[in-house]
């Protein structure tokens, strides 16, 4: 339990003293959490298991980064601003980093796919409290799902998109893994928001552990899986470790900030199995009949999930 209010009440971390200046919440205002019923098919315990996360009350807990007296539409429409920004400059500064022959596009299209999915959930403790923060959010990848499919159906031209998001500049590209991509942001942040850990660790799983194996395995993974030899050990084994660094990181940034409170004594191992399933799923043969993009967020959803209720 001090585990929990350790966490819930910000006790420390990147966000956790922003959070403290702001809102220092006394300890004795956080929720008593009831036990979870154990779970249907996992884990049975006679004794009700401690609740793994818990979604901190909205009477308990303050917005996470709320501008004092900022009404929430005004909150929401600057923080969806930002990020419209935000996303087209990440992608033209990139492009104009791979025109000018600094980094490789096969490199620059990685970095848009670990920096996009990253800086974008990383940004949801900025919007307001409203029950509509979320849609506001969700606006962005929206966007960028029908401008991916307006260039990727060539209806327009883009050069910048297509270089800086295509392996060969083919704009036929863009309808696979960026348009999997931006669809996995929208449904993370609409269904998961900042309220669950789900959403946040197949966002990190995706852009942060698929993305590193890439980087990784492209330029050092000399040894091939047995079962399939585009992959390789070292890129599976830096999609496990980074995976799981960048998930336990944004899961305690999130809990610092009071979005949700997780019962730490448990949740590391947790956020290792849904790694460790994401990572053996990236490793199969099947990225032809199923993208990474899809059954990497589609793993970690489910896993966590089941683990995380
Ligand atoms: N577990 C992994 C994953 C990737 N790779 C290396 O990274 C390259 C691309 O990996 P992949 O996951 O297939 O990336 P894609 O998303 O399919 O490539 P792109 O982003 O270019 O579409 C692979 O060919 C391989 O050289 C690896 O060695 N081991
Ligand atoms: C190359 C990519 C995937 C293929 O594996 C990444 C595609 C990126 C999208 C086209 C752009 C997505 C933008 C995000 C929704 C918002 C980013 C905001 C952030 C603050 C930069």
Known sequence: MSGLIGAAGGGGGCWGMIWSCIHPTPRRHLPKISPIPPHPFLFHRTVPPRPLFQSVPRTVSRPPLVVASTPPLLQDAAATTALFS???FLVLAFDKLTESRIIRQSLSRKLVHILSGLLFAASWPFFSDSVHA?????LVPLA???RLLIHGLSLAADDTLVTSLTREGNPKELLRGPLYYVVV????TTVFWRESPV???SVAMMCGGDGIADIIGRRYG???LPYNPHK???GSISMFICGSLISAGMLYCFTSLGCFSLDW?????RVLLVSLVATIVESLPITETLDDNLSVPLASMVTALMIFG
């Open 199 to 201: 959403g946040v660790v």
């Open 144 to 146: 960028n799902f029908f």
């Open 222 to 224: 000399f040894q091939k």
């Open 265 to 269: 004594s448990s949740a590391l191992q």
């Open 185 to 188: 942001l929208l449904v993370s």
């Open 86 to 88: 935000s996303a087209y």
């Open 232 to 234: 390789s050990w070292l």
């Open 134 to 138: 979320r849609y506001f959010a969700a």
